[in-house]
């Protein structure tokens, strides 16, 4: 009995040890440190030193995160390493993407920071696994950061360069925010929220909350509701209709739904339902028809029955020629006819031709 719990002991922190291991770095001076004082007071002395350096920590990532981010054309077999083959670290591409698939049972990410004269130039997110090249410049990797600790570092890191125009604050900026909704540590969804609150900067409000959709799932989607909820700027809940169209709870629907149905703003119901067709569903395809019969805005009317040429044809064309033929508003019937020649519909153009000879 004490056998097999020593070799699960032992079993266990091989594991550990595996899923944290530092990367292959290659053609670099390569060195190790601790964030002993925290991952911003290690990086703030690095920068200190005003040379160009690369800083290296990983943390656990979501389950759905996948990066294509291997930037080498030598044709190595991906399976290697986890990766592609080699990551060009002065690469000016990205790849970043989400998958339903698993990349790794429990992913993590390496987070790389990119300091030149002592500014932080760039943040790269890199998959666990994946070998690094970082052309000559010397590379340290952080042990001992907590993602908690990270997404402080990153959260803090995007709120100073956000709102710049200056291209590499602008790459900053990204970097730092889609980096930290990787995080599996519901930490990054306080931090995406608290930053899609800051009124004085609309620019960072409008990224963390896209990425609220994009990334965290439930937590996302509970502060999108939130954010609708008080939200006062009527440009922002236009954007948020479709961070909520890009979440994968399927309670958003029920919340873009509310928004076509009852937001004060006519842009901001036309964009809703706009997200609605995408979404497609018996759902959608009745809020869209209560929006056509009933919304009091023309401009809403017309939206909602462009957003039933967005449906699959075999739900939208129908619905459009019941519209050009029963709608009170001449306006509205000559929009549906409109868009039901742009379909390119075989039924479409029957109708049409049956409409040319009444």
């Not at 290296?56 to 290697?80: F, I």
């Not at 909350?209 to 236009?238: C, I, N, P, S």
């Not at 979404?279 to 028809?289: C, P, Q, R, V, W």
């Amino acid at each position: 009995m004490k056998h097999n719990l020593f070799l699960a002991l032992v079993l266990s922190a091989s594991a550990i040890a595996i899923s944290a291991q530092q990367p292959k770095v290659v053609n670099t001076q390569f060195n190790t440190e601790a964030a002993a004082s925290g991952l911003s007071a290690t990086v703030t002395r690095f920068q200190r030193s005003g040379q160009p350096l690369w800083i290296g920590y990983q943390v656990p990532a979501l389950p759905r995160t996948h990066l294509a981010s291997c930037s080498d054309s030598s044709g190595a077999s991906q399976a290697e390493d986890g990766c592609c083959g080699e990551y060009q670290l002065e690469d000016t591409r990205d790849g970043v993407s989400t998958s339903d698939r698993n990349v790794q049972e429990n992913p993590n990410i390496n987070v790389l920071v990119r300091l030149d004269h002592g500014a932080i130039v760039k943040i790269r997110p890199v998959m666990a696994g994946c070998r690094l090249n970082a052309n000559g410049i010397p590379f340290t990797w952080i042990t001992g950061v907590t993602p908690e600790d990270s997404v402080a570092f990153l959260g803090k890191l995007a709120a100073q360069n956000s709102g710049i125009s200056d291209n590499q604050n602008k790459q900053v900026f990204e970097g730092a925010l889609v980096t930290l909704s990787m995080h599996a540590t519901p930490a990054a969804t306080d931090a995406l929220s608290s930053l899609a609150s800051t009124p004085s900067n609309p620019v960072l409000r409008e990224k963390a909350a896209f990425w609220l959709g994009a990334q965290r799932g439930h937590e996302g989607y509970l502060a999108l509701q939130k954010l609708v909820a008080k939200e006062q700027d009527t440009k922002l809940r236009e954007k948020l209709a479709f961070d909520l169209s890009i979440n994968s709870d399927p309670a958003a629907v029920d919340e873009i739904l509310k928004m076509a149905k009852s937001d004060s703003a006519a842009q901001v119901r036309s964009q809703a339902i706009f997200w609605l067709a995408q979404k497609a569903g018996k759902k959608a395809t009745a809020a869209i028809k209560d929006a056509i019969d009933n919304d009091p805005d023309t401009a809403v009317k017309k939206k909602a029955v462009f957003a039933l040429s967005q449906l699959p044809k075999d739900e939208g064309i129908p619905q459009l020629m019941h519209v050009a033929d029963t709608n009170s508003n001449p306006v509205i019937r000559k929009e549906a006819i409109f868009w039901l020649g742009q379909s390119n519909d075989p039924r479409a153009l029957q109708y049409l031709e049956a409409v040319l000879k009444r």
